[in-house]
Structure formats: structure tokens, C-alpha cells
């Protein structure tokens, strides 16, 4: 009884705390341009503001960026182009999708059509037509494996797609128990893996763990810092007991009942004073 109990006043007391990061920050990772370019300019422009032009490994991907699209009466490049070894996405990876509307042989360079009906839109054009763009956003890792937990630390590791390893770029973890706290690392250049380890934390407690994948760009022009940051993965960690456990799971019994009384106090208030 009690456990569940203590579980519910923690996962209260996390929600309370971590609300805002659960429900902000959630934005697309497809941006689309105004002006018309060519190709290859679209794709130094993407690169310079945000990851590179879209590249979409999968079918949720595709789906993603067609209900994301702002207007049914454009062309938009893909970082998509024709190599010797065939169709290829700008980070190196062939091209698995099948959603050509059509494609001649002499166009090199990948457009989505935003106003056809069907849900195939790709069509191959000569690279130095211009068209409008849609670069790629930063993208958070998949999945992260907590490699170990003691009683203060825990090791987290995750991979790094293709495309990510192109850009340079941070990772920010944001770690949660009943305060939040934000820790950045930095992406090391050519390395497919990420490995890193939080420590100083608290014994027998467990965390809610959000990492997410973060570019950051100066504007010359204005001199002004372009953060881009992907939604987070949100996992779960428990630091492991040790003999002071029982304290700490008392303090923070304490706290979190603080914590609910004084939010009803709060609404015991706020319906009093409506009442007058
Ligand atoms: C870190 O990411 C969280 C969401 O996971 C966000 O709420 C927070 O603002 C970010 N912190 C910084 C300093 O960007
Ligand atoms: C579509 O674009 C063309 C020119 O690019 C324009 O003439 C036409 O009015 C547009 N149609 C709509 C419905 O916006
Ligand atoms: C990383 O990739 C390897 C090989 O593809 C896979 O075995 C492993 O589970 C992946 N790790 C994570 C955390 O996704
Ligand atoms: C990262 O590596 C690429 C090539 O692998 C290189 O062009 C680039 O300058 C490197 N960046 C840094 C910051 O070392
Ligand atoms: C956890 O990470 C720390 C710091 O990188 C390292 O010293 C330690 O060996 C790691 N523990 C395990 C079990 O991998
Ligand atoms: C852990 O906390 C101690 C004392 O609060 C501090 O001196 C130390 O630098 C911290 N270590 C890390 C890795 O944050
Ligand atoms: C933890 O408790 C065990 C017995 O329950 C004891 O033998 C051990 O010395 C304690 N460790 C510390 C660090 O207090």
C-alpha cells in the first residue's frame, strides 16, 4: 500500500514539476522557404540555418512532412539526388521509399509536389529549375539504453543516425525527480555513438529522463543565436537503494504530501474567495 502509494505522490510530484516540458517544445523538424532556388542553393541554405535539406528514412517520416505542408500549390526540393549507385538521401542513405509520382531519367534532383492528390509526390526535375525547399530540423535519438545504474549515477548511451553525424550539434538532458535539472553534451565529431554519465544524483529514486537533439546556428546577419531543438524521447531510470534509502523515501513522503496540501489548500482558497 504504501509503495504504490509513495509511487503515485512521485509521479504527482514529477508532473507537477516537468508539466511544461511535456507539453512544450513540441515542434515540427520540416521547415519550408518562400524563395524559390535552385537545388544546390537550397541545399547550402539549409545547411547553413538548420540541418540540411529534408531526408526521410521512413514511411512515418513521409507522412509527417505531407501533413506538414503549407501550401497545395508547390514544389518543394528534397535532399534527394541521383548518385552512381542510384537514388540517395543528402546523409547517404538509398532511398527506400516508393512514392514516385514519376521520374525521367535525366532530372538528378528530387521534388515533392504539393499539389498532386495522391499520396505519391515525388518527381525527379533538372536541378537548376527553382523551386521553394523544406530543410531538415534536428532529429532526437530513437531509442536510449540505460547501460547502468549505482546508487548516484547512471550511464546512458544512444546512436547516431547518418544524418545527424553530417551536422554538429548538442544533446540536451533534462533529468527529473521532483526538480528538473538540464545538462548539455556536446555531439564529438565522426562518432556514431553517444555515451555519457550523470552522477551526484539520489539513491533509490527514479528519474524521468528527456533527451533531445539541439543545432545551433549564428545569423551573421543580425548576430542573433538560431536554436533548433528536436521533441524529446522520454524514458525512465531508478537509482539503485542503498542504506539511506529509508530516509530519503521519508523526506520525500514529506514533501510530496506538502506539495498536495498546499495545492488544496490553494484551491480550497481560490473557491472561498470565489464565494464572496
Ligand atoms: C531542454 O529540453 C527541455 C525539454 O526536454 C526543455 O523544456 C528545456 O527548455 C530545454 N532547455 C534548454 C536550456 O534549452
Ligand atoms: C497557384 O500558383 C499560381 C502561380 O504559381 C497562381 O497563379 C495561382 O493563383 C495559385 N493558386 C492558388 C489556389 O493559390
Ligand atoms: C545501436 O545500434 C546497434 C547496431 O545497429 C544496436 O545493436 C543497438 O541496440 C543500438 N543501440 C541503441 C541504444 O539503440
Ligand atoms: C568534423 O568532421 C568533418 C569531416 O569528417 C570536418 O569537415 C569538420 O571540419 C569537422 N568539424 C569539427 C568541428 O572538427
Ligand atoms: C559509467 O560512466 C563512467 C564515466 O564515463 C565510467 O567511468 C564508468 O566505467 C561507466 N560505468 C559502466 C558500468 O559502464
Ligand atoms: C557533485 O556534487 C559535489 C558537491 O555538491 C560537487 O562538488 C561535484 O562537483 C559534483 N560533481 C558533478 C560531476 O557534478
Ligand atoms: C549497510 O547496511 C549493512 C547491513 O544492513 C551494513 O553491513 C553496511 O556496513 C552498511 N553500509 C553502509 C555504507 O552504511
Same mark, same amino acid.
Given at each position: 500500500?504504501?509503495?504504490?502509494e509513495?509511487?503515485?505522490?512521485?509521479?504527482?510530484?514529477?508532473?507537477?514539476?516537468c508539466?511544461?516540458?511535456?507539453?512544450g517544445?513540441?515542434?515540427?523538424?520540416?521547415?519550408?522557404?518562400?524563395?524559390?532556388?535552385?537545388?544546390?542553393?537550397?541545399?547550402?541554405?539549409?545547411?547553413?540555418?538548420?540541418?540540411?535539406?529534408a531526408?526521410?528514412?521512413?514511411?512515418?517520416?513521409y507522412?509527417a512532412?505531407?501533413s506538414?505542408?503549407? &501550401?497545395?500549390n508547390? @514544389?518543394?526540393w528534397? $535532399?534527394?539526388?541521383?548518385? %552512381?549507385?542510384?537514388?540517395?538521401?543528402t546523409?547517404?542513405?538509398?532511398?527506400?521509399l516508393t512514392?514516385?509520382?514519376?521520374?525521367?531519367?535525366?532530372?538528378?534532383?528530387?521534388s515533392?509536389e504539393?499539389?498532386f492528390?495522391?499520396?505519391?509526390?515525388?518527381?525527379?526535375?533538372?536541378?537548376?529549375?527553382?523551386?521553394?525547399v523544406?530543410?531538415?530540423?534536428?532529429v532526437s535519438p530513437?531509442?536510449?539504453?540505460?547501460d547502468?545504474v549505482n546508487i548516484?549515477?547512471v550511464?546512458?548511451s544512444?546512436?547516431?543516425?547518418?544524418?545527424?553525424?553530417?551536422?554538429s550539434?548538442?544533446y540536451?538532458v533534462t533529468?527529473?525527480s521532483?526538480?528538473?535539472? &538540464?545538462?548539455?553534451? @556536446?555531439?564529438?565529431n $565522426?562518432?556514431?555513438?553517444? %555515451?555519457i554519465?550523470?552522477s551526484?544524483?539520489?539513491?533509490?529514486?527514479e528519474y524521468?529522463i528527456y533527451v533531445s537533439?539541439?543545432?545551433?546556428?549564428?545569423?551573421?546577419?543580425?548576430?542573433?543565436?538560431w536554436i533548433?531543438?528536436d521533441s524529446?524521447?522520454?524514458?525512465?531510470?531508478?537509482?539503485?537503494t542503498?542504506?539511506?534509502?529509508?530516509?530519503?523515501?521519508?523526506?520525500?513522503w514529506?514533501?510530496s504530501?506538502?506539495?498536495?496540501?498546499?495545492s488544496?489548500?490553494?484551491?480550497?482558497?481560490i473557491v472561498k474567495?470565489?464565494?464572496?
Open positions: 500500500m504504501f509503495p504504490n509513495m509511487h503515485i505522490l512521485q509521479q504527482l510530484a514529477v508532473l507537477v514539476v508539466r511544461s516540458l511535456a507539453t517544445q513540441i515542434s515540427s523538424r520540416y521547415f519550408f522557404t518562400q524563395e524559390p532556388m535552385p537545388w544546390v542553393k537550397g541545399r547550402e541554405y539549409c545547411q547553413s540555418h538548420f540541418v540540411d535539406l531526408v526521410l528514412s521512413t514511411e512515418e517520416e507522412s512532412l505531407l506538414a505542408i503549407p &501550401t497545395n508547390a @514544389s518543394f528534397l $535532399g534527394l539526388h541521383k548518385q %552512381s549507385s542510384g537514388w540517395e538521401w546523409d547517404g542513405e538509398q532511398l527506400r512514392h514516385w509520382y514519376n521520374y525521367n531519367h535525366e532530372g538528378h534532383c528530387v515533392l504539393a499539389m492528390e495522391e499520396k505519391d509526390k515525388l518527381l525527379a526535375r533538372y536541378c537548376n529549375e527553382q523551386h521553394r523544406v530543410c531538415q530540423g534536428p530513437q531509442s536510449v539504453s540505460v547502468f548516484d549515477q550511464n546512458l544512444w546512436n547516431i543516425s547518418a544524418l545527424m553525424q553530417t551536422t550539434h548538442y540536451n533529468i527529473c521532483f526538480i528538473c535539472e &538540464t545538462l548539455f553534451y @556536446s555531439y564529438t $565522426g562518432s556514431s555513438l553517444m %555515451s554519465s550523470i551526484n544524483l539520489s539513491a533509490a529514486t524521468f537533439a539541439v543545432v545551433i546556428h549564428l545569423d551573421h546577419g543580425t548576430s542573433r543565436k533548433l531543438q524529446p524521447i522520454m524514458f525512465n531510470a531508478k537509482t539503485a542503498s542504506n539511506k534509502t529509508q530516509k530519503k523515501i521519508s523526506s520525500f514529506i514533501y504530501v506538502w506539495l498536495l496540501v498546499s488544496f489548500w490553494c484551491i480550497y482558497h474567495k470565489g464565494k464572496f
